[in-house]
């Protein structure tokens, strides 16, 4: 990984940038109201990480750098990567437990009042968070505060998996050996889910019994699959991904030494916490199981690490990153080199090879695509449009039967006059598809043997698929 | 001198061969078409807008009712496409039982098709025969998902229920009975020299014509396209299960009709194999956030449905709802060649070349 | 009894025992109808695993056609604006008269028949073609493109299979030397049913009545799935149903007409069984012909039209031409009859 050789230049990097980056991501919250809640929750878990291991949270760190920087040249319009900044912020703030605490009490407070109304909780819980963070609070805190007020949110929601999933994350946490922070932690969330009139607390109580009793292997297991699918709920999901493995890498080496005292510890805690006869049953049951959960655990880890491969692959070249490059040499050796505006792999939809045509070489880049000897894609699975607000976007998904090979070729067009060459002559499967962008987007397809509104008919006002539609209807 | 005159002709939008509400502009001089020009739109219900403003779990019954023949397969789609997004690894419980569900489906589909096809040629007993098996699927998918047609049945992250107590082996024993019946539908029909005078060279177009077209699924095959996504590009655990990809090298009406018939069994094997490899216990939903966001991006993903490749486009701004979602429908990209194959075809051989290409109006209208 | 009346001389009287003999038998035949519906539909439904109707009337659901008729009785009479409405109105009319017509020269029984003519065959064949009007009126005058083609077709298919279904019958007529169906009887008492004498012609003549009758495989005329009901896509109420009425009665008189001709009539298939009624034979041999009717149409696709052309036109003809050749050979060279 060429991330470990700018470690610690990245770092200090990292270090020196942080409270730019920190107001670059409250602007970007601010931005967009949900966008900031599913951004925090993933980075708590990094954070979490993190702490337990400063080279893991280092490197991933660079990981995240890295990435955020390749996806800032490569023009995709995201936001700068959250985890990337809290990374940051983390290595400048490991020592501010108490102020995370009492970030997240505050946090989780906002977070009960805003009691089964989700978005506006954790809305409510980000902004504040900004403003703890503003006052030079820790950005661990307010991402863990985050966090948590989100696992309870969505607790609230959905009792029984999310409560779940809080355990999880205070197992892996716990394994890790962070000390009174986190327990303060659990017990706040303990109490806290005690406390919901909803009967989400008994229900997580259930779990923390049930799961530190026993099921450590699979909550670390659960914990693993979970962080990774609300990793790439996230924009940046390469950096959580990174994080991840580095976890698993790290847990696997830790892990049956640790285990037990996990175990042991969580148990204590969230005993502590509920202060009920659970605790004794839960010390009882960790024990006696003490050895099983460390060996399943161990288990668990080397199945998270190889589970680990694939969110490692993005970071490693894509399988079809050599297609992706032979294209688009064939291509820039054919057409030029100016008549691709970007190419990529997009790893979000299977390893697909992605080439983003220039407007005016769209249509020679599908024909060559169509007829070189080497390329030969005969075949148009897909062609349609999106409305992305600044812009309109044609993407038509291509395969070659010959090479056995699937190609994405998309292309921007002026929203204000949509209008691009139909690929209509060179596959005629794309004449109705063509129709349809044409009548759900208004993308005028020259050259098309017969545009017409295929699905709404010629006397339908407006376009629907459009994002400013607006239903014209004669009766208002 | 003979005045002769040009009819022009509507077939449907109420006709009782277009299979839905699918209308078809014909120009006729006699009984021979001189121009046909499909006219589409009468079923579209927007589902893709409506998708915009759904969150991803909200969207599965809409999937429905695109396909309503074959909902699993749009089911699954769907949730595919959103797991491939956030890259969730699925339970094997699950993966098994979205593929008996998958295949089961298929088999009905194909009998649906079977049994209105020959209907189409004036018999109507097959399609009671059909009904009769199809039935005992529904019967399966029913005890399953709670659904007869409109299953809902799959999540992002597993299946919506396991499977009730008994229901693998009432699949077990539905194998060998419908591989049973499946000879006596060749016995009744395949070999009908009516049935074969109106199939045979009828309606065929080249390889060439086909991959022109964007055609998928049975329509591709039997022009001799050794293509099955469930083979080439596997998704699911298709890889697990040995079988083969039917194909006919005639492009005619009758070599789909083969294909179709010879998928029926290709698909029982893939059931009797799935059924075997079942795992006893485990869980069938993976462990996945209640509010479920696709991650930013876009992505595409397609799959063999019953009628050729379903794709699902979701183009995700990291919401709990896409942002714009598209669903490849191939029976919408299917029908596309129907006005070149009709065109100097004699008006009652319209059925034949309408009914092999398998639409399903709803599909075609999205 | 009807051979005296006939050649009573003409009387108001006579007049009224005609009439009144000709309504029994038409609620006879309407009757038939009803059944041959109901049994149609049974049959079907057994063919194709199912029940068939089974609430009206008990558990056959005896009374299901009686209910169906009166629910076309007493629908609304929809005629088309655009329609030409006198020959939309006389078409149905037209179509079923000759049906009824034609019955009267079928002998049941030696007793049992309307009238005895010498040129029973022919009359039967040229009174059936008149149908073919009514139903070409009926697709003029309904004004749908749909009932045009279907009307074309039917015109087309009748007059082809008009002549081999002739053909067919005079093989019959060379053997017997009449065209009197009660003389085509009685020959087939001593040289056996002419099945047996004339199996060619008998299945080009099955074919062709199959043609005739619009019976599935030949069903195009209202191919449903390509002209949605073909010439009477526009008729609704009584007026469809008689079209459906002549249908059956034209199914009820060709497959009595196809007794006559191949299977001896009310004749006992052996000489020893004569002591049970003719009547009685005529029914059996009857219920099995219609049987056979409905089990093709649970069996076959609908061919299409030019094959269904090709075929009367290049094979039908050709085979009751060579079978007529080959009569006449016979009949000359072993001198049998």
Request: glycine letters at 6%; proline letters at 4%; one cysteine or more.
């Amino acid at each position: 990984m060429s991330g470990d050789k700018d470690l610690d230049q990245l770092k200090k990097e990292a270090v020196a940038k942080a409270k730019a980056a920190a107001a670059a991501k409250r602007k970007a919250k601010e931005q967009a109201e949900s966008g900031a809640k599913e951004e925090v929750s993933p980075a708590g878990d990094d954070l979490a990480k993190q702490k337990a291991d400063a080279v893991a949270k280092a490197k991933a760190e660079a990981a995240a750098k890295r990435q955020a920087k390749e996806e800032a040249e490569s023009g995709a319009q995201e936001e700068p990567p959250t985890a990337d900044d809290l990374a940051k912020q983390k290595a400048e703030a490991v020592a501010k437990a108490k102020a995370a605490a009492a970030a997240k009490r505050k946090a989780k407070e906002q977070a009960e009042s805003g009691t089964s109304d989700e978005a506006p909780a954790a809305e409510a819980t980000g902004n504040d968070a900004d403003d703890l963070a503003k006052k030079k609070a820790a950005a661990v805190a307010k991402a863990k505060a985050a966090a948590a007020a989100k696992r309870k949110a969505m607790g609230q929601s959905e009792p029984e998996e999310e409560a779940s999933a809080g355990d999880d994350d205070l197992a892996k946490k716990k394994a890790e050996a962070v000390a009174k922070a986190k327990a303060a932690a659990a017990a706040k969330r303990k109490a806290m889910g005690q406390a919901e009139p909803e009967e989400e607390a008994p229900a997580g109580d259930d779990h923390l019994a049930k799961k530190k009793a026993a099921a450590v292997a699979k909550a670390k297991a659960a914990a693993a699959a979970k962080r990774k699918a609300m990793g790439q709920a996230e924009p940046e999901e390469e950096a959580s991904a990174g994080d991840d493995d580095l976890a698993k890498k790290k847990a696997a080496a830790v892990a049956k030494a640790k285990a037990a005292a996990a175990a042991k510890k969580k148990a204590s805690e969230g005993g502590a916490a509920s202060g009920d006869d659970e605790k004794a049953k839960a010390i009882a049951a960790a024990k006696a199981k003490a050895k099983a959960a460390a060996a399943a655990k161990a288990k668990a880890a080397g199945k998270g690490a190889a589970a680990a491969d694939t969110p490692e692959e993005p970071k490693q070249p894509s399988p079809n990153q050599k297609y992706l490059d032979k294209y688009v040499e064939i291509i820039q050796k054919h057409l030029g080199e100016d008549v691709l505006e970007d190419s990529y792999i997009n790893n979000l939809s299977k390893d697909v090879p992605t080439l983003v045509a220039k407007q005016d070489s769209y249509y020679k880049i599908a024909e060559f695509l169509k007829f070189n000897e080497s390329l030969s894609f005969d075949y148009l699975s897909e062609i349609h449009g999106t409305d992305f607000e600044t812009h309109m976007e044609v993407y038509a998904h291509l395969y070659s039967y010959k090479n056995r090979q699937s190609v994405a070729l998309k292309v921007k067009i002026d929203r204000d006059k949509p209008e691009i060459e139909s690929l209509a002559r060179l596959w005629a499967g794309a004449e109705w598809p063509e129709c349809e962008a044409y009548d759900l987007l208004g993308i005028r397809f020259t050259g098309h043997p017969d545009l017409r509104r295929i699905m709404l008919g010629e006397d339908w006002i407006g376009h629907p698929l459009r994002k400013d539609y607006e239903p014209y209807d004669v009766e208002v | 001198m003979i005045r002769t005159e040009e009819i022009l002709l509507n077939v449907g939008p109420q006709h009782p061969s277009t299979h839905g509400v699918f209308r078809l502009v014909l120009t006729l001089d006699g009984e021979v078409i001189t121009d046909a020009k499909p006219v589409i739109g009468y079923l579209h219900r927007g589902t893709e807008k409506i998708a915009e403003n759904l969150q991803y779990t909200q969207i599965i019954p809409y999937t429905d009712r695109m396909d309503y023949v074959s909902a699993m397969t749009n089911n699954y789609v769907l949730v595919h496409a959103v797991e491939t997004m956030m890259n969730i690894e699925i339970p094997e419980r699950a993966e098994y039982l979205r593929i008996l569900a998958m295949e089961l489906n298929r088999v009905a589909s194909h009998l649906l098709w079977w049994g209105t096809y020959i209907l189409d040629f004036g018999a109507t007993s097959p399609l009671l025969y059909a009904f009769r098996e199809r039935e005992m699927i529904l019967n399966l998918l029913n005890e399953l998902s709670g659904a007869r047609l409109t299953f809902n049945y799959m999540r992002v992250g597993g299946v919506k229920w396991d499977a009730p107590e008994g229901w693998i082996e009432k699949v077990r024993d539905f194998v060998p009975y419908m591989r049973k019946m499946l000879v006596g539908y060749n016995e009744l029909v395949s070999g009908n020299e009516i049935f074969l005078n109106r199939t045979k060279n009828i309606g065929t177009y080249t390889k060439e014509d086909a991959l022109n077209y964007s055609l998928s699924g049975v329509n591709l095959r039997s022009t001799g396209v050794k293509w099955d996504l469930r083979k080439d590009e596997p998704y699911s655990i298709y890889d697990r299960f040995d079988f083969n990809v039917v194909t006919r090298d005639a492009g005619d009406a009758f070599a789909r009709y083969e294909c179709r018939l010879e998928e029926i069994e290709e698909s029982l094997k893939i059931i009797e194999q799935a059924v075997e490899q079942f795992p006893q216990d485990g869980p069938f939903m993976a462990k996945v956030p209640k509010i479920i966001k696709a991650p930013k991006g876009e992505a595409f993903v397609r799959i063999e449905g019953s009628r050729g490749e379903i794709g699902c486009y979701i183009a995700s701004d990291g919401k709990k709802e896409p942002y714009r979602m598209k669903f490849r429908r191939p029976s919408f990209y299917n029908l596309q060649i129907l006005p070149k194959l009709l065109i100097g075809e004699n008006i009652s051989n319209l059925i034949s070349i309408l009914g092999a290409i398998d639409i399903v109006l709803g599909e075609v209208d999205g | 009894m009807v051979q005296d009346l006939l050649h009573s001389s003409p009387s108001l009287l006579n007049f009224g025992i005609f009439f009144a003999m000709a309504l029994a038998f038409l609620f006879v035949i309407l009757g038939f109808v009803t059944y041959a519906i109901l049994a149609e539909r049974k049959v079907l439904g057994f063919m194709q695993g199912r029940i068939g109707p089974n609430h009206l009337g008990g558990r056959w659901g005896l009374l299901q056609t009686v209910a169906d008729v009166l629910k076309l009785l007493v629908k609304e009479d929809l005629i088309p604006k655009a329609s030409d409405r006198p020959m939309f109105i006389i078409a149905p009319v037209i179509a079923f008269a000759p049906a009824f017509v034609v019955v009267a020269t079928i002998p049941f029984t030696e007793n049992l028949q309307f009238a005895d003519l010498n040129v029973g065959l022919l009359y039967y064949i040229a009174i059936s073609g008149i149908t073919i009007i009514g139903t070409l009126m009926a697709a003029w005058a309904s004004n749908n493109k749909y009932s045009l083609l279907g009307g074309m077709r039917a015109t087309a298919q009748m007059v082809s299979y008009e002549i081999p279904l002739v053909m067919a019958g005079l093989g019959i007529v060379l053997l017997t030397g009449s065209m009197n169906l009660n003389d085509i009887v009685l020959a087939q008492q001593e040289s056996g049913w002419f099945i047996l004498w004339q199996p060619v012609a008998f299945v080009v003549f099955f074919i062709a009545a199959m043609a005739e009758l619009y019976r599935v495989p030949f069903d195009l005329a209202e191919a449903e799935n390509e002209l949605v009901a073909g010439f009477h896509t526009e008729y609704s109420g009584f007026r469809w149903a008689m079209f459906m009425l002549a249908e059956y009665v034209y199914m009820f008189a060709m497959s009595a007409l196809i007794i006559v001709l191949f299977f001896g009539g009310w004749l006992p298939p052996f000489e020893f069984l004569s002591f049970i009624p003719g009547a009685v034979w005529f029914g059996l041999k009857f219920a099995v012909v219609t049987y056979v009717l409905y089990w093709f149409r649970a069996t076959f696709p609908r061919m299409r039209p030019d094959q269904l052309m090709e075929f009367a036109w290049k094979i039908l003809l050709p085979v009751a031409l060579a079978n007529i050749f080959l009569t006449a050979l016979l009949k000359e060279l072993l001198n049998i009859f």
